[in-house]
């Protein structure tokens, strides 16, 4: 049965058929009427300081939890304040739905105060957008926002709202269905493709397990680990889909890529098959592509039918959804080696044989000091404290390649990072989206003393809702990724990345009413991350760390993956 109601109210309820419990926003002008019929609705706000954080925290919550997040902000700059985080879901196909208000439909056009062309901005920066014009629009573009966010390959929808539309009233149907005739998602796969798959797979002499985001996003963990141990394959997790299989499970070799371990790189470049699955063959894992995995046939698994071939020519190409491919994918291998009576495959032996040889031969490890906290002495202390099981969120820089290689994640949805664009500023406001999510789940916020500065303000909104996120500064002074770079390929000529001055911890985190300090010895460093886990509240631990550590392993810029930089090495001169 229809009711008169607002625009406003309209769109509440829309969210609330949508299963929203949060949004992350910041009010303005031309969304006053949104707000006041939020007064009085059970849909939780959370006031950020900034609305890139909005996006950022809703993307916390989505990449925690798979749902769409939800992020609002009101017309000009409070809109084209998100972009940066419509762009960074776009690029980690993060599902969110971004409200925007915008001035009056009269007065689109006129330079009225606080419009700006937010629709046209944003079309580069989304799956899809919307202007709302027509308050009977409202209720189907809602649900079908949120079902282009979260369906196919996910990403970022916007929908931008007049406030007319806002304002004004009209008769609410529920939208029971959902037509777009020019939008299809493919998700079976092709049955005689995963046959053929199947049958490469079971060829194969040294096969590889390359996974990416897509698993995550997909929720086809278990459906991965499922083949993995059909095939027995070596695998690899890129940045985005650590998680996917259990850093703690024998077949996991670890992340490749530009600072991925020597041996997943070592493997992938002697592979004769890689089965990839949601990936889409990014420049940080592949280095030069003209080199990368010379010898091996591509099976290229994915739900975008855009990313087959478009970086490298995919051997048996496979559309569809992760998740409803895999199993049977992994039953048909079942199926084929039973018939064969499960002939020894002497050519895996031997394969698993050199993978081993490579790992043992430069491991992954931490280095210590007696005399200074080196960063990898950091994360092996928060790895050894969250035991796999931790959220953490991380900013952009070298701590981001560390936490990556250094830290476990014997879960999907616990790492959380910006992988795609490399956006400063959003470790801490993922980290709020995320705690906002699994509110009794330990949250660890690790960040540079450069992303940290940019995401200050949210200081507030930990301490204003009571978050127990614990913020980790990994303070080495310096830009370090920058700085790392212009060391080895810049002749150490180092411009414009010295961070002469970093807030006081103790003074800082007071300010907003809750405990941080600073550590410089790594004697203090176990204790003083038990004494932030254990403290009931927000904890800002400032950790001076030796300034100009690199990290390794590292593949330079249009290096093949297996022409990797090991260690220290003499600066270069510039080219």
């Given at each position: ?100 208000g ?15 062309d ?17 308050i ?61 798959a ?16 897509g ?7 278990d ?52 089965i ?67 002939l ?47 959220i ?7 701590h981001?390649m ?5 830290i ?10 910006s ?34 500065q940019?995401?200050l303000?949210?200081l507030?909104?930990l ?113």
């Amino acid at each position: 049965m229809s009711q008169l109601m607002s625009g406003a109210k309209i769109l509440l309820e829309c969210l609330s058929r949508e299963g929203v419990d949060v949004i992350f926003g910041y009010p303005g002008g031309v969304t006053l009427p949104f707000y006041d019929a939020l007064y009085d609705h059970p849909i939780r706000h959370v006031l950020v300081r900034h609305e890139q954080n909005a996006a950022f925290a809703a993307q916390g919550y989505s990449r925690s939890t798979g749902r769409v997040g939800v992020c609002c902000a009101t017309s000009g700059p409070g809109a084209t304040n998100l972009v940066t985080g419509l762009v960074d879901a776009m690029m980690d196909s993060i599902p969110i739905v971004a409200l925007t208000g915008q001035v009056s439909t009269k007065l689109i056009g006129t330079d009225a105060f606080q419009e700006a062309d937010t629709f046209g901005i944003t079309r580069s920066a989304t799956k899809h957008n919307y202007l709302v014009k027509n308050i009977k629009d409202l209720p189907s573009v809602i649900h079908e926002a949120f079902y282009i966010a979260a369906s196919g390959r996910p990403g970022p929808v916007l929908v931008d709202i007049t406030k007319d539309v806002f304002m004004g009233n009209a008769q609410y149907e529920p939208v029971n269905s959902i037509h777009l005739p020019g939008y299809k998602v493919y998700t079976e796969g092709h049955t005689g493709q995963i046959r053929r798959a199947a049958q490469m797979i079971l060829e194969a002499e040294r096969p590889m397990i390359y996974a990416g985001g897509g698993i995550i996003l997909g929720n086809a963990h278990d459906e991965l680990r499922e083949l993995v141990e059909a095939v027995d394959a070596p695998t690899v997790c890129t940045l985005m889909g650590l998680g996917g299989l259990p850093c703690e499970h024998p077949n996991f070799i670890s992340m490749p890529g530009m600072h991925g371990s020597y041996a997943a790189n070592m493997a992938m470049s002697g592979a004769d098959l890689l089965i990839a699955l949601g990936v889409r063959f990014d420049d940080r894992v592949t280095g030069r592509l003209a080199a990368f995995a010379p010898h091996a046939k591509i099976i290229h698994v994915d739900i975008d039918p855009a990313e087959i071939s478009k970086n490298r020519n995919a051997d048996l190409p496979i559309v569809g959804d992760l998740k409803r491919i895999l199993p049977k994918l992994t039953a048909i291998i079942r199926e084929i080696r039973t018939e064969s009576g499960n002939l020894e495959r002497t050519g895996l032996k031997a394969w698993w044989k050199q993978v081993r040889g490579w790992k043992e031969e430069n491991p992954l490890v931490p280095v210590y000091s007696t005399t200074e906290i080196k960063p990898q002495h950091l994360m092996a202390e928060i790895d050894r404290i969250s035991g796999g099981k931790a959220i953490v969120t991380s900013d952009v820089g070298q701590h981001q390649m560390w936490a990556a290689q250094l830290i476990r994640y014997n879960a999907p949805r616990l790492w959380i990072n910006s992988g795609g664009l490399g956006s400063m500023g959003f470790g801490l406001p993922s980290a709020i989206g995320a705690q906002f999510a699994n509110p009794d789940q330990l949250v660890f916020s690790i960040v540079g003393d450069g992303g940290f500065q940019m995401s200050l303000p949210e200081l507030a909104t930990l301490m204003n809702y009571g978050l127990p996120v614990k913020i980790i500064v990994m303070n080495n002074g310096y830009l370090g990724m920058v700085r790392q770079w212009q060391e080895l390929f810049y002749n150490n000529r180092l411009s414009s990345v010295t961070l002469d001055s970093f807030p006081d911890p103790y003074l800082l985190a007071g300010a907003y009413g809750f405990k941080g300090r600073t550590i410089e010895h790594p004697s203090e460093l176990a204790g003083a991350l038990q004494e932030a886990i254990e403290y009931n509240g927000p904890y800002l631990l400032n950790v001076k760390v030796t300034p100009t550590e690199n990290v390794y392993p590292m593949v330079p810029s249009g290096g093949a993956i297996n022409e990797m930089v090991l260690g220290p090495v003499q600066p270069s001169p510039v080219a």
